[in-house]
């Protein structure tokens, strides 16, 4: 059958002049509708503005910026501006240390994201002949439903396989003809690594035709390493929980940067610094805000990663502009295995257990098995270090309240006191990422 290229072929091809058009429409409206939080009403009092200032599409620089801090201070609804009523769903980060984030959404912001996902599937060439698989966590990691429900509707027949249990997954791929799949880098590597061992050749025995692979900075390198050894053109596949999750830009054909959407956001680049715009092409701190969004809309979100917008149309005829492979963070985010970390959570954790003295240090490596985390600390002066039983008993409780609060399990190392050397000349070195890029 002769499908489009483009799975909303108006939105995405229209011209510029007309989607800032669309834009301008749209950032009015959510200005607007921000003004039924109180969080919004105070933060526009202070700055002495009102959505009638909003003429232009420029003056989204007028507006305040909104941080990852002020969803965590007014946990869980406080950005709320629709009725609880009308909420049908909420994503929440991991933590119990100190407030997670809380994204909401209404029914119409559920079909927005499945509709930005299915643009992203059916951009890199999956069509509802395609089956296609998710290794992502379920619940609340948003690649989980977020993908699962973008597949859908594009009417793929969908395997939510969910993450882990690589044996299971590699049966999956195989017995239901598994085309397009979806897993983070690490773990497309790890699916390969398993299918060695099991003597499984991907080109031979199995279907696998596109990856996308996301939530995780990765180079070149590692995405055509991906390509080589499972058979697949894999595409670079952006998200951000707090905007909704996957389905925020992703790669085209050309695999020459990631289209944003930006009929569902307003796009700047800041020097994370001096909070001044930069121009295009130059790296910064990527700032988004959300103009389609009902239950709780994000005006100037400072999402911390640092990208540039890549100059130029792009030739696969879509109007919207291209970010380049993300670089990193302006923060001490960590992502292991597709989940975000602060060592502030774990350093919480840590100094709830009074047998533990206050010095730790946490070495990311790569390993067979795949990317590990393993924390060093040590114990207070007065634990004896000659009860062997009392400190398995304490290892095996810090590593259970670690993984409840981050969601992955740590090794823990319990050391004498005065062992670790977690300070360089000036300041305290309590992370040391060691992972091999590929
Ligand atoms: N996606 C899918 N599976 C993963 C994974 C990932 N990002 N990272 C690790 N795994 C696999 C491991 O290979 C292992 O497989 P096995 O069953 O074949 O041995 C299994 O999951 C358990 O991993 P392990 O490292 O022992 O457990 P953990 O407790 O440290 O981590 C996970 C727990 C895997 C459940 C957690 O890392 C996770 O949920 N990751 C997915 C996050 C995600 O979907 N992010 C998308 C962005 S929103
Ligand atoms: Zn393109």
Redesign the pocket.
């Known amino acids: 059958m002769e499908y489009s290229p483009y799975y909303n072929p108006e939105l995405e091809t229209m011209p510029r002049k007309e989607l800032e058009r669309l834009q301008l429409e749209r950032l009015q409206h959510t200005v607007r509708h921000c003004m039924n939080a109180e969080f919004y009403r105070k933060k526009f009092a202070e700055l002495g503005i009102t959505p009638d200032d909003i003429k232009s599409l420029d003056d989204v620089r007028r507006l305040p910026f909104t941080t990852k801090e002020d969803l965590r201070e007014n946990y869980p609804f406080g950005l709320a501006c629709v009725p609880m009523r009308d909420c049908t769903r909420l994503h929440s980060s991991s933590g119990t240390t100190g407030n997670p984030t809380v994204v909401l959404h209404t029914k119409k912001d559920l079909d927005e994201w499945a509709t930005a996902v299915a643009r992203c599937l059916w951009m890199v060439g999956s069509r509802p002949e395609d089956v296609f698989q998710n290794?992502?966590?379920y619940g609340m990691?948003?690649?989980?439903l977020?993908f699962q429900y973008g597949a859908e509707a594009v009417g793929m027949l969908t395997v939510p396989a969910a993450?882990?249990?690589?044996?299971r997954?590699i049966k999956f791929i195989r017995d239901f003809g598994t085309t397009v799949l979806h897993?983070?880098p690490?773990?497309a590597s790890?699916i390969y690594e398993?299918m060695r061992e099991e003597g499984v050749d991907p080109r031979r025995d199995t279907k696998l035709r596109v990856l996308c692979i996301?939530?995780e900075p990765h180079s070149e390198e590692q995405r055509q390493r991906i390509e080589e050894n499972l058979g697949v053109k894999a595409y670079n596949s952006y998200?951000i929980?707090e905007m909704m999750?996957?389905g925020v830009a992703f790669e085209c054909p050309q695999q020459n940067g990631l289209h944003i959407w930006e009929d569902y956001f307003i796009v700047e680049i800041i020097d994370p610094v001096t909070l001044e715009p930069l121009p295009d092409g130059e790296l910064g701190e990527l700032v988004l805000t959300t103009i389609n969004r009902e239950a709780m809309p994000l005006l100037r979100y400072r999402t911390r990663d640092l990208t540039r917008i890549l100059p130029g149309e792009c030739s696969c005829g879509r109007c919207h502009r291209r970010l380049a492979r993300l670089q990193g963070r302006s923060d001490d985010m960590i992502i292991?295995?597709?989940?975000n970390i602060f060592p502030i959570q774990i350093e919480k954790t840590l100094l709830k257990f009074r047998e533990l003295a206050t010095d730790y240090l946490i070495t990311l490596e790569t390993k067979e098995?795949?990317?590990?985390m393993t924390i060093d600390v040590e114990l207070a002066a007065d634990f004896s270090t000659d009860d062997f039983k009392a400190l398995l008993a304490l290892e095996k409780n810090v590593t259970r309240l670690l993984?409840d609060e981050i969601?992955?399990?740590?090794k823990i190392h319990l050391v004498p006191k005065g062992t670790l050397t977690v300070s360089d000349e000036k300041k305290a070195v309590r992370v040391k990422d060691l992972r091999k890029l590929f």
């Open positions: 290794s992502a966590g990691f948003t690649a989980g977020g993450a882990g249990n690589t044996t997954q897993a983070i690490s773990y790890r398993v996301g939530a998200g929980s999750g996957p292991l295995k597709g989940v098995e795949g990317d590990t993984k969601l992955i399990t740590p």
